[in-house]
């Protein structure tokens, strides 16, 4: 690599990952081309996860063994702890960070690389922001809704001071010791997120994990009582990393009870959605600001 070209590291976290079903290992391999190291903290779990991640056999790859704090049900933070962690033992110019149920495009990488070079020498683009593709069901099926984020921060400079207040997002601390969103500018690339097409077993398992970290009442997850209103068919190709877990880790096809009737916060999302038809406003929820 050219010295003047900025550095990527990549980085997630991860616990019981074969157990919950995640797409982990596609995960992981999907954003190694891109980046000059990749460091994942991969916390002491009941299934082989570590093993599989080791596995993998990239030099990139750089394994933190965690454990996390059972008692932290507050609001999701042992999910920040955990991104810190790994994000704080990254060594380049900027972060990546990738969930382990989601996935880049091979398509997408040299893309992503030209916005990262483009943006490096503005200091004012901290971040840089990935569109969604959230799928549902089924890998035939995507989710219009404004109530799933359509945008996110994936990638931020590694040269300023954030954190996690969960593990979704970012914040940027300020001088004055207050959190903002990061200021940023579009990558235009994808994120392929597969959370919500794993085998229903296993998502009924994420669910009661997020529970207990939140402290909330665990949700009831059956792929057929949704709103097929929020759900368009998916015109394209998944990222090649992710074929083998489609075929093996995924529900097969989607079939919505026909007598399901949408809650009222679905009938607002719908509502949202027409007006966002109308006026081309975009209601779903965004964690940055956009300024390049």
């Given at each position: 690599m050219?010295p003047?070209?900025?550095?990527i590291?990549?980085?997630t976290?991860?616990?019981?990952g ?7 290992e ?7 081309p891109?980046?000059?190291?990749f460091?994942?903290a991969?916390?002491?779990?009941n299934?082989?996860t ?7 056999g990239d ?5 933190i063994e ?10 999701g ?15 380049g ?24 070079n483009?943006?490096?020498?503005n200091?004012?683009v901290e971040?840089?922001v990935f ?13 219009i809704?404004?109530g799933?984020?359509?945008?996110e ?10 954190y ?13 010791k207050k ?5 940023a ?8 997120h597969?959370?919500?097409i ?6 009924q398992?994420k669910?009661?994990?997020v ?5 909330t ?15 368009i068919?998916?015109e394209g ?14 529900e097969?096809?989607?079939n ?5 009737r949408?809650t009222?916060?679905e009938?607002k ?6 007006i ?6 975009d209601?779903?929820?965004k964690h940055?600001?956009?300024?390049a």
């Amino acid at each position: 690599m050219n010295p003047t070209t900025p550095s990527i590291s990549g980085f997630t976290f991860i616990r019981n990952g074969v157990d919950l079903g995640f797409p982990f290992e596609a995960s992981i391999r999907s954003l190694l081309p891109l980046v000059d190291e990749f460091v994942i903290a991969v916390g002491a779990g009941n299934d082989d996860t570590l093993a599989r991640v080791k596995a993998i056999g990239d030099p990139k790859i750089r394994i933190i063994e965690t454990r996390w704090n059972e008692r932290m049900a507050d609001r999701g933070f042992v999910y920040a702890q955990q991104k810190m962690i790994a994000q704080y033992s990254c060594t380049g110019d900027w972060a990546f960070y990738l969930e382990g149920d989601e996935v880049v495009h091979e398509d997408d990488l040299a893309v992503i690389r030209s916005s990262v070079n483009k943006h490096h020498a503005n200091p004012e683009v901290e971040a840089l922001v990935f569109d969604y593709k959230h799928f549902y069901g089924s890998p035939d099926w995507v989710s219009i809704s404004p109530g799933w984020y359509r945008r996110e921060c994936r990638l931020i400079r590694n040269t300023i001071r954030s954190y996690a207040p969960d593990g979704q997002y970012w914040l940027v601390t300020t001088e004055h010791k207050k959190g903002r969103n990061p200021k940023a500018a579009l990558a235009n690339a994808y994120i392929y997120h597969y959370g919500w097409i794993r085998r229903n077993e296993d998502m009924q398992k994420k669910s009661e994990q997020v529970a207990k970290y939140w402290a909330t009442p665990a949700i009831q997850i059956v792929y057929s009582q949704f709103d097929k209103r929020a759900l368009i068919r998916f015109e394209g190709t998944h990222p090649k990393e992710v074929h083998d877990w489609l075929r093996t880790g995924a529900e097969p096809e989607l079939n919505i009870d026909p007598n399901y009737r949408p809650t009222p916060k679905e009938n607002k999302y719908h509502f949202m959605r027409q007006i966002e038809s109308l006026t081309g406003m975009d209601f779903s929820r965004k964690h940055f600001k956009l300024v390049a």
